[in-house]
């Protein structure tokens, strides 16, 4: 059975209309050839071999979303430089008008306009944000940052931030910063990129102590993941009991297994009935950004 056979198989199984899916990258042409040299390179971040799956032309592969049955996914820019965030916003709103089953994403980096270029984003239709601390080297609670926060809390706007420490820890990553955050900034809509990877039970906690908060799957429970920052298995039930809040992310196309790969690894957890996987998959998602 081909990628778009098996991805298919699993939520026709479902009985879901698709996938929604959180944590995909579409970003300018010049940034994503740059961030798939680094994958060829088996930069520090990675110290491994990673081949990129769905490396094509863009196109093509916001096409093979379409065929997988993705009915929303998002195009998540980052920036790890000032002076950059606000040009990935205006390529990330021009490729969500061209493409409606993109959420308009947006981005945002501690200086001092970035709660200017944060509020014009959501005027114009941002559904939600991406921050890398790790990339982006800064910090969460970098003061920069207080009216970002405060703007993001108040729209209640959910914004996909990878905090955890995988796959190589920075200097900002792990579960402390994100704490003294949702201190500050309690009402916050975080959804914590790859479980929080590998700080999965730190983060489990964090997300069971705040109601609003949200973790995304992205590689985690693959057998690529599992190698080096495995799920301890005497959490598994965690994953359970918050299942209303644990969204799919793909990392598509920057993954080193197929999309199938990614959905099977889900399934295989054993963790819920076929309703956990239809929140997962689908039903989490679309609530959190307003789908039909």
Known sequence: MDDIASVRQIWQQ??????????????????????????DSAGPLTGREWPIRYRTAEEERVHTLRRFGVRAFSSLVYAHKPDMAEWLNGWA??????????????????????????????????????????????SPNDPLLDGVWAILQDSATPVVIHCGSG?????????????ELLRRFPRLVLVIA?????????????????????LDTTMAFTGFAEEMMPFPVDHLH????????????????????SYADAMRALVKLGVGDDDWLRDVFY??????????
């Open 194 to 214: 790859h479980m929080g990877m590998p700080e999965y039970v730190e983060f489990l906690d964090i997300c069971a102590a705040h109601p609003q908060v949200r």
């Open 167 to 179: 796959p190589a820890p920075g200097e900002f990553t792990g579960p402390e910063p994100i704490r």
């Open 14 to 39: 479902l009985e879901l209309p698709g996938i929604v899916d959180v944590h995909t990258h579409f970003m300018p042409k010049s940034v994503m050839d740059k961030v798939w040299r680094y994958f």
């Open 283 to 292: 039903r989490n998602g679309a609530r959190l950004f307003g789908l039909s």
């Open 238 to 257: 965690r994953l359970h009991d918050l299942g209303e809040r644990i969204l799919f992310g793909s990392d598509f196309p920057n993954i080193p297994y």
């Open 93 to 138: 709103h021009q490729f969500a008008l061209q493409t409606p089953d993109c959420l308009s994403t947006a981005t945002f980096y501690p200086e001092a306009g970035a709660p200017a270029y944060v509020e014009r984003a959501i005027t114009q239709g941002a559904k939600l944000f991406k921050s890398h601390i790790q990339v982006g080297g800064y």
